[in-house]
Nanobody, 123 residues
Framework: QVQLVESGGGLVQAGGSLRLSCAAS????????VGWFRQAPGKEREFVAV???????TASDSVKDRFSISRDNAKNTVSLQMNSLKPEDTAVYYCAARRVGTWGMREADYDYWGQGTQVTVSS
């Protein structure tokens, strides 16, 4: 019922920037927390950032000085701005929605998932 679609991934050189977007449909988006996760080759999926229903946000220690998350409830979108990208940021990035609306940092905290978008950062 709730659909999430990520976009904005691609190939970028180290030090560059990308902006990922997550477009949602089929739910009461303004009440959801929306998070970003990533899965690098050979790695488990890990938490990146989350924004609550009220706009509060947090991010993992590995990215919080470089990435930022924002939402536009009128457009049912959440964005992840990624700056100063490093090769270790290479991963498939997924957005996920959490109906309870508050922060969650585990995969199990989320109810809906997008298909992912590939981010590749070259050395």
């Amino acid at each position: 019922q709730v659909q999430l679609v990520e976009s904005g991934g691609g190939l970028v050189q180290a030090g560059g920037s990308l902006r990922l977007s997550c477009a949602a449909s089929g739910g009461i988006f303004s009440t959801y927390a929306v998070g970003w996760f990533r899965q690098a080759p050979g790695k488990e999926r890990e938490f990146v950032a989350v924004i609550s229903w009220s706009g509060g946000y947090t991010a993992s220690d590995s990215v919080k000085d470089r990435f930022s998350i924002s939402r536009d409830n009128a457009k049912n979108t959440v964005s992840l701005q990624m700056n100063s990208l490093k090769p270790e940021d290479t991963a498939v990035y997924y957005c996920a929605a959490r109906r309870v609306g508050t922060w969650g940092m585990r995969e199990a905290d989320y109810d809906y998932w997008g298909q992912g978008t590939q981010v590749t950062v070259s050395s």
